[in-house]
């Protein structure tokens, strides 16, 4: 408000150069603040003085300068587009061959916090030469410059699979894939992201990634003391799961279901979220591989967030998961309702409903899980609680597996009266003609009259 700007403008262009040092920090701490300032740094002229200068001048104001560029850049995608348009990438590409690693590092910073807008910028940040000297950066000695030219391969990575070839063609995998075993958390943490932003476009690329060797390596990072460590590294295991069944397949050769599900049982909150969908996605492919979750001991820590978990999102991914587990066959399907999961679906699907559309997605998650599982089970004792709690849309569902399993085993027949499941049947009001009617009629066939009545 005092027109700080316009005085520190001519100041980059002082003869001392600690004073254009300072103006350049000055800046750079302005812009940083908010967009707005941001905004006033691109208006007030001030990004084509800084460029000018960026190739002349010492070590010193070339980190004050890329730490302005990168603060007016970081707020949104125009203002890092006012950074492209007056010719700052090809100034910050010269600085990451800098002899100076702290030049390096600034530049990286800079041009990562342009890449992760959107694609467009992206696009610019390679087109400019960037990736072949970052895949030189992250081989550096210094832990800090590896970090962020690690991070910024994964801001260019992320979005489309053309850019993430763009950075396996100039050979990070195997660079990045030699990190995953480095002591520094905050390096593993920017490492196995930027393995899961190349993973996730296709399945060629998931394979590239799978070949650098990365099993069973990554699985040590689930146990990291780091909660970012652990989420990232099963998310990375997620990306390349979720692609084909051979690749499920070979995480679980690897003992990575075994891994991850001891990793969603000792943390708690979104740290479990990427291994929940990881188990869901592993388990969608076929039935084995879903036999492969049963057998690793993956429905208990998996109804254990449905209970623990508070975020809707984190119960509905938890639901969806247990979905894809129960699905396949009634075996599948029996060992999701013995771990006692039904219920608490139900539950869940009972208290969602009655509230808003924040959580509407998870009603509608809940919803799917339960219909999916209760069509393939036919283990009726845990079936059976739910006749009492369960509404219309559900309950016609659980009565239609006691119409297809009570007229062919005489023993259930036996137990569904003693237990009160019966007289619970004729207390259901059912709309004639409808589905639920015939199963009831199905199931009261099975019986004589006078046991009916």
């Known amino acids: 408000n005092s027109g700080v700007m316009s005085l520190l403008r001519p100041l980059l262009l002082d003869v001392v150069p600690t004073i254009q040092q300072t103006a350049a920090l000055a800046l750079g701490r302005l812009a940083n603040y908010n967009d707005d300032l941001a905004e006033a740094v691109v208006k007030g002229d001030i990004l084509p003085q800084l460029v000018c200068s960026l190739s002349e001048q010492n070590r010193f104001y070339k980190k004050a300068a890329a730490f302005v560029l990168r603060a007016v850049g970081k707020h949104s995608p125009q203002l890092a587009q006012a950074i492209v348009q007056c010719g700052a990438l090809e100034m910050l590409v010269i600085c990451l061959e800098d002899f100076d690693p702290g030049v390096k590092e600034a530049a990286s910073w800079a041009l990562g916090y342009i890449a992760r807008h959107n694609s467009e910028l992206s696009q610019a940040v390679v087109d400019a030469g960037a990736v072949p000297l970052l895949v030189l950066c992250i081989q550096e000695p210094e832990i800090a410059l590896k970090r962020i030219a690690a991070s910024t391969l994964s801001d260019i990575s ?13 050979g990070a995998i195997a660079h990045l894939a030699q990190m995953i075993l480095n002591p520094d958390a905050k390096l593993k943490r920017q490492v196995l992201s930027a393995l ?9 690329l998931a394979e590239l990634v799978v070949e650098a060797e990365i099993f069973p390596v990554v699985l040590t990072c689930l146990k990291d003391s780091d909660e970012y460590v652990k989420k990232n590294g099963a998310t990375l295991i997620r990306e390349i799961a979720k692609h084909t069944p051979e690749l499920s397949q070979l995480i679980v050769n690897a003992g990575g279901v075994a891994a991850v599900i001891d990793c969603i049982g000792s943390c708690r909150g979104t740290v ?15 039935e084995n591989l879903s036999m492969a979750v049963i057998v690793s001991k993956g429905i208990p820590p998996l109804c254990a967030c449905l209970i623990e978990e508070h975020e809707d999102h984190i119960k509905a991914a938890a639901a969806w998961a247990l979905e894809q587990v129960g699905r396949h066959t009634p075996e599948h399907a029996r060992a999701v309702a013995v771990a006692n999961v039904l219920p608490t679906l139900l539950a869940m699907y009972m208290d969602t409903r009655s509230s808003e559309d924040l959580q509407m997605k998870a009603s509608i998650f809940t919803k799917k899980a339960l219909k999916n599982i209760l069509q393939k089970c036919t283990y009726l004792p845990a079936l059976e609680p739910l006749l009492h709690d369960a509404p219309p849309n559900i309950m016609k569902h659980i009565v239609g597996q006691f119409s297809k399993v009570l007229p062919h085993d005489s023993k259930a027949r036996r137990l569904f009266v003693t237990t009160g499941g ?12 409808s589905l639920l009617q015939e199963y009831i009629n199905t199931i009261n066939n099975c019986y004589p009259e006078e046991i009916v009545r």
Do not use: F, W
């Open 272 to 286: 479990r979220l990427p291994g929940i969908m990881m188990l869901g996605y592993v388990a969608a492919h076929s």
């Open 158 to 170: 992320k979005h489309s699979p053309e850019l993430a070839q763009t950075v396996v063609d100039a």
């Open 422 to 433: 019966l007289k619970k049947v004729q207390e259901i009001k059912a709309e004639p003609g």
């Open 196 to 204: 899961s932003q190349i993973a996730k476009h296709s399945v060629d």
